[in-house]
């Protein structure tokens, strides 16, 4: 088992820069991917991105390419969401997840074994 650890979120204008992260700990030799999900108010969760830990391929919804950057270092256990050009329909809680063996349907969040407890991400108009 893996256990994932987010940290920050916080508020933002519009347009704003924020960086997540996401520490691993525990079984994360067999992690083949991590990625990350958001669940906006009232509505239900999402992927955002994801990326796999060997060759670091990197996946994205069409809502965040070109805006958003999931990176990971495996020596420290780590995986990163650069979210640039925030805006207020980014307003979520946000969450890392771990998936252990291959997988096609990195964008389904079914497919992940492990997740953290999500970190508030509020971007004002």
Do not use: H
């Amino acid at each position: 088992q893996v256990q994932l650890v987010e940290s920050g979120g916080g508020l933002v204008q519009a347009g704003g820069s924020l960086r997540l992260s996401c520490a691993a700990s525990g079984r994360t030799d067999n992690s083949y991917a991590m990625g990350w999900f958001r669940q906006p108010p009232g509505k239900e969760r999402e992927f955002v991105a994801a990326v796999t830990r060997i060759g670091g391929g990197t996946f994205y919804a069409d809502s965040v390419k070109g805006r958003f950057t999931i990176s990971r270092d495996n020596a420290k256990n780590m995986v990163y969401l650069q979210m640039d050009g925030l805006k207020p329909e980014d307003t979520a809680v946000y969450y890392c997840a771990a998936r252990r063996g291959m997988s096609v349907r990195l964008t389904t969040s079914t497919e992940y074994d492990s997740w953290g407890q999500g970190t508030q991400v509020t971007v004002s108009s």
